[in-house]
């Protein structure tokens, strides 16, 4: 598809839809793709990326810090508390931010070295207990919480079942965003992107619709 279709398409949406948020922002997500793809998109003006795991984008964003301007990098995928540190210093946005023992470390450090990226909750919308994220039904309190720790609390991740519709999980990452008073809505991927954007995503998190199908690994 690539980057521009993806764009016509958000815009589309964007324009049909009356709960479509007019700043949807498109996290290209780079994580196992190769430094020439990602370079490739880079060229195009783009500069909002996401990653899965702390080690890999700290092997190869920050030699791409110092050639290209602006770059914001989100964290997209699990953050062990061990990790958090090194996060911290790499990514602009952690989307994954889901027990209470991580948003303590993230305090914990933040305070220590006065610089805290902005903050996600992920919620696991499905009840999926394989997946990570807070319950819906914890989602609540977990937020007063990151809120009493000073944390810059931005929004909501999500990422529905793969064998249901993900309308309905919006939906619900929707209310519990305004119940909350957030704004910041973190959802869809680039099978339901469309979908999120007509329930008001802030962030539509995309892979393989505007790199292609990742690599194998002895090819990247």
Same mark, same amino acid.
């Given at each position: ?53 702390? /080690? $890999?984008?700290? &092997? ?6 110092? *050639?290209?301007? @602006?770059? =914001?990098?989100?964290?997209? %995928? ?32 933040? /305070? $220590?070295?006065? &610089? ?6 992920? *919620?696991?919308? @499905?009840? =999926?207990?394989?997946?990570? %994220? ?87």
């Amino acid at each position: 598809m690539g980057l521009a279709a993806v764009r016509e398409r958000v815009k589309k949406v964007q324009d049909a839809n009356k709960f479509a948020s007019e700043m949807t922002s498109i996290i290209a997500v780079s994580k196992m793709q190769n430094i020439s793809r990602i370079t490739n998109v880079l060229d195009e003006g783009h500069r909002c990326f996401g990653e899965n795991r702390v /080690q $890999e984008a700290s &092997n190869k964003w920050p030699a791409l810090f110092k *050639i290209y301007d @602006g770059i =914001e990098l989100h964290l997209i %995928g699990p953050l062990q508390t061990n990790k958090a540190r090194q996060a911290m210093s790499l990514f602009q946005a952690i989307h994954s931010v889901d027990r209470p023992k991580l948003s303590n470390t993230i305090a914990r450090l933040a /305070q $220590e070295t006065g &610089n805290c990226p902005d903050i996600f909750i992920q *919620i696991n919308t @499905g009840y =999926e207990p394989q997946k990570a %994220g807070i319950l819906p039904s914890d989602a609540d309190p977990f937020i007063k919480e990151c809120r009493s720790l000073d944390l810059p609390l931005k929004g909501l991740m999500c990422i529905p079942p793969e064998q249901e519709a993900p309308a309905k999980h919006f939906k619900l990452l929707v209310t519990i965003a305004e119940a909350n008073g957030l704004s910041g809505l973190s959802m869809g991927m680039s099978g339901d992107f469309e979908t999120a954007v007509a329930f008001g995503a802030t962030y539509v998190r995309i892979g393989s619709a505007i790199f292609g199908s990742r690599l194998p690994e002895e090819a990247q």
